[in-house]
């Protein structure tokens, strides 16, 4: 059975930094992308940064570029994103998904972590 758990969410300062994780389990993720999504009650859910497993190449939302960065351990099997210069337009669920790289559609979604940014 595969999971995505995500952690690391919590209450921050703007201007601060926060570090997601998302451990993954359940089967070998080799040939998927993983993706951090987040979601304002409200709106859509928006896509924010991708990686994919095999070689690491990155995708990141034009909101985020140059604050935030996606990384994976391969051995740990755990996906990260590090969030820096936080806004309080951050504030939102953020959520850890992954689809075979050659769909276009996520086929497994973690349950959330909440990211709030205080001003």
């Known amino acids: 059975q595969v999971q995505l758990v995500e952690s690391g969410g919590g209450l921050v300062q703007a201007g601060g930094s926060l570090r997601l994780s998302c451990a993954a389990s359940g089967r070998t993720f080799s040939s998927y992308t993983m993706g951090w999504f987040r979601q304002v009650p409200g709106k859509e859910r928006e896509i924010v940064a991708t990686?994919?497993?095999?070689?690491?190449?990155?995708y990141y939302a034009d909101s985020v570029k140059g604050r935030f960065t996606i990384s994976r351990d391969v051995a740990k099997n755990t996906v990260y994103l590090q969030m820096n210069s936080l806004k309080p337009e951050d504030t939102a669920v953020y959520y850890c998904?992954?689809?075979?790289?050659?769909?276009?559609?996520?086929?497994?979604w973690g349950q959330g972590t909440q990211v709030t940014v205080s001003s």
């Open positions: 990686i994919v497993w095999s070689g690491g190449r990155t």
């Open positions: 998904a992954a689809r075979p790289t050659s769909f276009r559609n996520y086929e497994y």
